[in-house]
């Protein structure tokens, strides 16, 4: 690209740097500010002298963090639930998007799958008629009400349909003839090939299992099983249920604040440990599935 | 080619994610029935009276739905409306910048609030628009009075279209950058020669470039119009603010399932599901007009 070195050129480049920056900078000082609370003393943070760094540096909070048992406790029950997760989604996520991104051609019910694929999701009963189903089964209380509901991903299988779409025809012919049957076409040929893909879907799988708060509050009733997110929101309540405006200042000068943000720190580490590797797949999986051609 | 065994191993595959499906998405279905039922729970779904439209017709009489549906549908179309703009002015923005590794560290940045829950986001959130809080401390700076965001009902609207956008502009670009990626360099080239200035190649080669992505995005998100984010709304609002900021799923939560009126619960979610499907089915064809493109 030929650049103008014209002033109002550098004046407009100028222009576009300073917005982006501000537009990066609103993204990053919030969370910066998260955790420079975290490391200030209480009386700093809560007389809001904190901005991107510590004010009176200290360590009490997360200190106090360790002797907190209820909170190791969600926090485990949120790790266990990422592992089930996983362990049920992404199989459940490979063997329903396989056979629906045959063509009707080659799997003759493909059609019918696909319908009631379509059917599930765009349509649902709605939050109360799913919460009386896991009720009936007596699985409230369990992490599996947490887990079976959306057991198979809908979105994700769409988009992992798209991408076994995507893989050449030529492939799966060649294995065809030398007898290989679909088991073995799926696991040799079309896993490999969409693995990028895979790596997405299973890295929004962890996110979503690791946000998700509100299942927790539906279906779980008592708070010492509380995964973490419900835990964490379970802190916020306190302001959401004021009801004058002047309790609501109050309770902004007398809440733990800094033990609060060094919470939401400590729960958001395991997301920042796996965020180099959700950026690295997530851009081919949105673009891949959302832009076929 | 159509194989028979292979027709087996098909069914084989589907059969432990349609028996999830079945039980977790269609049974719960037959419950929509609740909506036409005064339902007690104690009577069960198949023992309790039949009362036709009635809860529907009193859903149109209480003055809370006139507010939760309108609350939705402002909020909502604010959202997609802020979201579309501001997400494609910014993936314009960053496709001049010419610095890669700049560009990189940019991208890293303004993806990261995409992959916070609303949880962890909406204690930022109060804690920068609280009373004494940073954005506060700013106005003072200015000269303004301190303003209550969060307990406001002039504010709080414009705070969570503000905040939802905050949260999804970085992601919602990548969709776009991907696009401007795909638009031949040699009609810039082209344009350079001719002399057309920054502004002129981005009005006739940019935008025509990602005129399809916008046009499906902006299909795609038809059926959000009820949809005004449950797990932001939830998560922020308080009893000061529910004349602003109550929504359908909100009401559905808290009276539906929390207050146990279950057969209202259902019809206003039913409401709601059918309203949506219908969006979503019109989008797709419009998708298909505009653009080719078969969303399903």
């Known amino acids: 690209m030929v650049h103008n070195k014209s002033l109002s050129g550098i004046l407009a480049d100028i222009l576009i740097w300073v917005i982006i920056l501000l537009m990066t ?43 907190e048992m209820q909170f190791w406790r969600s926090f485990m029950i949120s790790v266990l639930r990422v592992l089930l997760g996983l362990s049920i989604n992404i199989p459940l996520l490979i063997l329903t998007a396989y056979p629906i991104s045959k063509s009707p051609k080659v799997f003759g019910a493909q059609k019918v799958y696909m319908r009631l694929v379509l059917f599930a999701m765009l349509f649902s009963g709605g939050l109360i008629p799913v919460f009386m189903v896991v009720n009936n089964l007596n699985l409230v209380n369990t992490i599996w009400a947490l887990i079976l509901p959306g057991a198979v991903p809908l979105g994700n ?55 998700d708060y509100f299942s927790a509050l539906v279906y779980i009733t008592k708070t010492a099983n509380y995964p973490l997110q419900t835990y964490i929101q379970q802190l916020n309540v306190d302001i959401t249920q004021v009801t004058n405006p002047e309790k609501l200042k109050e309770l902004a000068l007398t809440s733990s604040k800094t033990l609060n943000s060094a919470k939401i720190v400590v729960s958001v580490v395991p997301l920042m440990i796996i965020y180099p590797f959700l950026q690295r797949y997530f851009v081919a999986g949105i673009v891949v599935g959302s832009l076929k051609e | 080619m159509k194989r028979k065994k292979d027709q087996w191993a098909f069914h084989l595959m589907m059969t432990p994610g349609m028996i999830l499906l079945l039980i977790f998405s269609f049974v719960p279905m037959i419950g929509i029935i609740m909506a036409f039922q005064n339902y007690v729970p104690a009577k069960g779904i198949f023992g309790s009276n039949w009362v036709g439209l009635a809860n529907f017709k009193f859903m149109l009489q209480i003055p809370d739905s006139k507010r939760i549906f309108l609350n939705t549908i402002v909020i909502a179309v604010w959202k997609i409306i802020a979201n579309t703009i501001v997400t494609i002015f910014f993936a314009l923005l960053l496709n001049e910048i010419r610095v890669r590794r700049a560009k990189k560290i940019i991208q890293t940045i303004v993806y990261l609030p995409n992959f916070l829950s609303w949880v962890v986001l909406a204690t930022v959130i109060s804690n920068l628009f609280s ?12 000269g303004l009075q301190p303003i209550l965001f969060m307990a406001s009902n002039t504010w709080f609207r414009p705070l969570l279209i ?47 470039g990602i005129l ?35 929504i359908i799923d909100t009401y559905v939560y808290r009276v539906g399932l929390l207050g146990r009126q279950y057969s209202l619960g259902t019809a206003v979610g039913l409401l709601k599901s059918v309203v949506g499907i219908t969006l979503m089915l019109l989008a797709n064809k419009l998708a298909q007009v505009l653009t080719d493109y078969r969303i399903f």
């Open chain 1, 157 to 211: 299988v769409i988009l992992l349909m798209n991408a076994f779409r995507g893989v050449p025809k030529t492939l799966e012919e060649a294995s065809q003839i030398d007898g290989a049957n679909q088991w073995q076409i799926l696991f040799r040929i079309f896993l490999p090939v969409v693995k990028p893909t895979l790596a997405a879907v299973a890295l929004f799988t962890i996110v979503s299992h690791w946000n």
């Open chain 2, 162 to 208: 503000i905040t939802d956008v905050w949260k999804g502009f970085g992601y919602g670009a990548i969709i776009y950058l991907a696009a401007l990626t795909g638009i031949d360099p040699g009609l810039y080239e082209a344009a350079s020669i001719e002399g057309a200035g920054r502004i002129k190649k981005m009005i006739h080669i940019t935008i025509p």
């Open chain 2, 131 to 142: 009373y004494g809080g940073s954005i506060n401390s700013f106005l003072q700076f200015l």
């Open chain 1, 25 to 67: 900078l609103s993204c990053l000082l919030p969370l910066l500010n998260m955790i420079a609370v975290s490391f200030s003393d209480n009386a700093s943070a809560t007389a809001n002298l904190v901005g991107i760094f510590p004010v009176n540096f200290t360590l009490s909070s997360y200190q106090a963090i360790i002797n």
């Open chain 2, 212 to 246: 399809p992505t916008i046009m499906l995005i902006t299909a795609m998100n038809l059926p959000n119009i009820l949809n005004a984010g449950f797990d932001q709304v939830f998560n922020l609002y308080n009893p000061l603010v529910m004349e602003t900021a109550d």
